[in-house]
């Protein structure tokens, strides 16, 4: 029974080849059964011969009948089936990952954001733009990622984060992880200094590609140059404009004196994560370590649109000093760039227009203001004794509060109360009693502005229970 | 002179501060001076005095002014930037990439699609579905990619391609070079062995991860598994739905031999890599050598939608057995997907609903008539000569064409007018005089359907100059 409707949209053959290929996959017209003649078909219909045709040529290019020389289609004796479906349950051997704990009323982890902020009206406007007017977007694009879009990056970046690059320097890649992945390529034989407290994620991806890692202590001002001489590493990944997770920011001495390594003997180099530095509420951000070092200096300057878009659009770049560009573009020549070239140039129009820096201005006073609040709150919550530490950037801050029975008492309170965080301590990665005490870390992005007192409430109840 | 708009859709504190920076940025107004008081500013432009105070805190928050206890809101010193703008002209010491050769009029080469064929229309709708209904995609989402898209795919391969697997054991990635990195980390300490004649990006990839390569020689049936186990190999890369460049396809017994070359020892795997399956246009293609392993077999499995749906969107997948999904999820458990959410969720509905294997069939039945139209516009234009080989699947085919002065003539002389394609030879990566003489790799996705038989008259001129 094939209805077609002249009056939809879709054409009459496709609606044909749908209604067949449906009937031949249910089962309903059997394998091997010959297709009517296209003449008749075509009559019975009162479409054209051509309809039934192309539809017909539809199913045999599908695989779901076969044109048989002089006798006309038939469908395929598996009735267009490759194989039997796989059985819908894994098979026995595959490992199922442990069960995703329930979702948390309240998430002060630190890699969200507020959803509510992303400009979904400007981004989904330049993205249908893009998607019908540049079809050869389509296409493949360049290694290193479009040249507009880098243009815009090097010019904001430039501009805002005192970095110093032509666009040529710049590589756009699918996230930070990707990126480390190809420099640990270029740092092959090398060994890395990271910084502990830190990213357990860094030291993985360099570690996952071969390059061997060492723990430097940071001390007030960041990373510790005295540790890192000592630690024979070549190689240094620091945050300096927000330390991950204490948030120090380091000051111009110790940047100098980081650089005063770097230069101290060949081949030693410094990939400098410039992660959270759009948020800064108190004073300007220092301009980057990259800009300090000059365009042909020992410094890889990363940086990441996770945070000023959204975690979940994957795009991040880094800046190559010119002896590594070179090698890069030798090795990675035969690469495909990992970012959708829809993504990159709805990004690079959003930047050209000026949304990028309104949105960015929008965000930090969206942020600091709920900082204030969140701060605010638990003091008036938690009482004199709490203590926030690093408030003034980034978009999380460590919340110490004695007497609440040490951090993995709180950290399990919180979470019986609905509320996720994360202790400081795993972060200390090679002497956990080296943390501070009583302290966790608060990330307030993805914190509602209507559940700041709220969460407040609940953790005050946690840690302070009446008595 | 600050005009501002009660009837534009921005609102008023956003117009307020984007004229305000730009008035500090071109330097209209100086560093140092100061804002007009919030009230008297309120009161000049007719708005309410928080509308002038919350533009202040965004100049304020992006660095571009500053409040001074008491005295109000001032001009940076710096005017807003934080380092003067990079010259325009890339460093001295950049190297400058080699200038692109200009577009050639027709386009034989391999990598491209038409982009015609793209659902740009359904695409798009779906899309902007996606951005305005699921915010909840703005934030990280699942490792190994969405679960709901795995589950799409895995039905999709199952179905099509023969692979039995389960979502569970599906990687989703931002191409295949990328997966290529990850399994290079899991096979690290292997050796593996690629086809010759071959892609060089494997080679390239596979090399540049810290695994090393044998080159091993096709014949008839494809990849020869006598060569493969003197080849010392651990890991063997390979095509067999159809082999890069020469279209072979490799028959049932050629597979089972080769599953038993993985079979003889622990720790051998083959690295299917299913390029061009979705395009076969005579028989139905053969099911995947991971289907015949089945679920629990040495295969890792590998495919893109570069062909299937365009190369610009960035998103491949790999199919792992569970020893190595178990290995795969504890080393890289903190990596982040590469594929930007809205892009997988947008794939992900336009399998759901049907709309992705009926792109397939409209794709593939034009892409053959396409072939057809070229083949005979080939065989009309360079005469009997002429031989084709490899049509009946994937999106280019050999074209031989003995007496046109060779193969490095055949590639000049066509360039010369203004035909981009490339020859056979340089596929061949150990032995070069292994290669058939007097042939080049003749892709049509990217060729117009009007321009059939203007390329093929265009060729017959290069190569058969009218005596």
Same mark, same amino acid.
């Given at each position: 029974?094939?209805?077609?409707?002249?009056? *939809?949209?879709?054409?009459?053959?496709?609606?044909?080849?749908?209604?067949?290929?449906?009937?031949?996959?249910?089962?309903?017209?059997?394998?091997?059964?010959?297709?009517?003649?296209?003449?008749?078909?075509?009559?019975?219909?009162?479409?054209?011969?051509?309809?039934?045709?192309?539809?017909?040529?539809?199913?045999?290019?599908?695989?779901?009948? =076969?044109?048989?020389?002089?006798?006309?289609?038939?469908?395929? =004796?598996?009735?267009?089936?490759?194989?039997?479906?796989? *059985?819908?349950?894994?098979?026995?051997?595959?490992?199922?990952?442990?069960?995703?704990?329930?979702?948390?009323?309240?998430?002060?982890?630190?890699?969200?954001?507020?959803?509510?902020? /992303?400009?979904?009206? +400007?981004?989904?406007?330049?993205?249908?733009?893009?998607?019908?007017?540049?079809? =050869?977007?389509?296409?493949?694009?360049?290694?290193?990622?479009?040249?507009?879009?880098?243009?815009?990056?090097?010019?904001?970046?430039?501009? #805002?984060?005192?970095?110093?690059?032509?666009?040529?320097?710049?590589?756009?890649?699918?996230?930070?992880?990707?990126?480390?992945?190809?420099?640990?390529?270029?740092?092959?034989?090398?060994?890395?200094?990271?910084?502990?407290?830190? #990213?357990?994620?860094?030291?993985?991806?360099?570690?996952? +590609? $071969?390059?061997?890692?060492?723990?430097?202590?940071?001390?007030?001002?960041?990373?510790?140059?005295?540790?890192?001489?000592? +630690?024979? *590493?070549?190689?240094?990944?620091?945050?300096?404009?927000?330390? /991950?997770?204490?948030?120090?920011?380091?000051?111009?001495?110790?940047?100098?004196?980081?650089?005063?390594?770097?230069?101290?003997?060949?081949?030693?180099?410094?990939?400098?994560?410039?992660?959270?530095? =759009?948020?800064?509420?108190?004073?300007?951000?220092?301009?980057?370590?990259?800009?300090?070092? $000059?365009?042909?200096?020992?410094?890889?300057?990363?940086?990441?649109?996770?945070?000023?878009?959204?975690?979940?659009?994957?795009?991040?770049?880094?800046?190559?000093?010119?002896?590594?560009?070179?090698?890069?573009?030798?090795?990675?020549?035969?690469? *495909?760039?990992?970012?959708?070239?829809?993504?990159?140039?709805?990004?690079?129009?959003?930047?050209?227009?000026?949304?990028?820096?309104?949105?960015?201005?929008?965000?930090?006073?969206?942020?600091?203001?709920?900082?204030?609040?969140?701060?605010?709150?638990?003091?008036?919550?938690?009482?004199?004794?709490?203590?926030?530490?690093?408030?003034?950037?980034?978009?999380?801050?460590?919340?110490?509060?004695?007497?609440?029975?040490?951090?993995?008492?709180?950290?399990?309170?919180?979470?019986?109360?609905?509320?996720?965080?994360?202790?400081?301590?795993?972060?200390?990665?090679?002497?956990?009693?080296?943390?501070?005490?009583?302290?966790?870390?608060?990330?307030?992005?993805?914190?509602?502005?209507?559940?700041?007192?709220?969460?407040?409430?609940?953790?005050?109840?946690?840690?302070?229970?009446?008595?």
């Amino acid at each position: 029974m094939i209805e077609l409707d002249a009056q *939809a949209k879709t054409p009459l053959y496709e609606q044909l080849y749908a209604q067949l290929a449906a009937a031949i996959r249910t089962g309903a017209v059997p394998p091997g059964q010959a297709l009517p003649g296209r003449r008749s078909m075509a009559a019975r219909l009162g479409v054209s011969v051509s309809t039934v045709d192309t539809a017909y040529q539809m199913l045999a290019a599908e695989g779901l009948a =076969e044109a048989r020389p002089r006798r006309g289609f038939f469908v395929q =004796e598996t009735g267009g089936r490759l194989h039997a479906r796989p *059985a819908a349950a894994p098979p026995a051997t595959t490992p199922t990952p442990a069960p995703a704990p329930p979702a948390p009323r309240y998430d002060l982890s630190t890699g969200s954001v507020d959803t509510a902020l /992303f400009p979904a009206r +400007s981004w989904g406007r330049i993205q249908r733009e893009v998607l019908y007017t540049c079809p =050869e977007l389509l296409q493949r694009g360049e290694m290193q990622g479009d040249a507009d879009l880098r243009a815009q990056i090097a010019a904001y970046l430039g501009e #805002y984060r005192g970095v110093v690059c032509a666009p040529e320097q710049i590589v756009v890649g699918a996230g930070i992880e990707y990126l480390l992945g190809c420099l640990a390529h270029l740092f092959s034989g090398c060994t890395a200094a990271v910084e502990d407290p830190g #990213y357990h994620r860094t030291r993985a991806v360099l570690q996952n +590609s $071969g390059i061997p890692c060492r723990l430097v202590p940071i001390d007030g001002s960041g990373l510790s140059v005295t540790a890192l001489e000592a +630690s024979g *590493a070549d190689l240094c990944y620091v945050t300096p404009s927000h330390h /991950f997770p204490t948030g120090v920011t380091m000051p111009a001495g110790r940047r100098a004196q980081l650089l005063g390594w770097a230069a101290a003997a060949p081949g030693r180099y410094i990939l400098e994560d410039d992660y959270d530095s =759009e948020f800064r509420f108190d004073t300007r951000p220092l301009p980057s370590l990259q800009g300090m070092a $000059g365009p042909g200096g020992p410094v890889v300057y990363l940086t990441t649109f996770s945070k000023s878009l959204a975690p979940g659009i994957r795009i991040a770049c880094m800046v190559l000093p010119p002896d590594l560009l070179e090698r890069y573009r030798q090795d990675f020549a035969v690469y *495909a760039n990992t970012v959708s070239r829809f993504e990159q140039q709805t990004l690079c129009r959003f930047m050209a227009c000026g949304q990028f820096t309104r949105h960015l201005a929008r965000m930090r006073l969206a942020y600091k203001h709920r900082m204030e609040r969140f701060a605010a709150a638990l003091r008036t919550s938690l009482g004199p004794a709490v203590v926030l530490g690093a408030t003034h950037s980034g978009l999380h801050f460590l919340l110490t509060c004695p007497g609440a029975g040490g951090e993995a008492q709180m950290v399990a309170a919180a979470a019986a109360a609905g509320v996720r965080l994360r202790g400081l301590r795993e972060y200390y990665m090679q002497d956990p009693d080296a943390c501070p005490p009583d302290t966790v870390v608060a990330g307030y992005a993805a914190l509602r502005p209507d559940d700041i007192e709220a969460v407040a409430a609940a953790l005050a109840r946690a840690w302070r229970p009446p008595v």
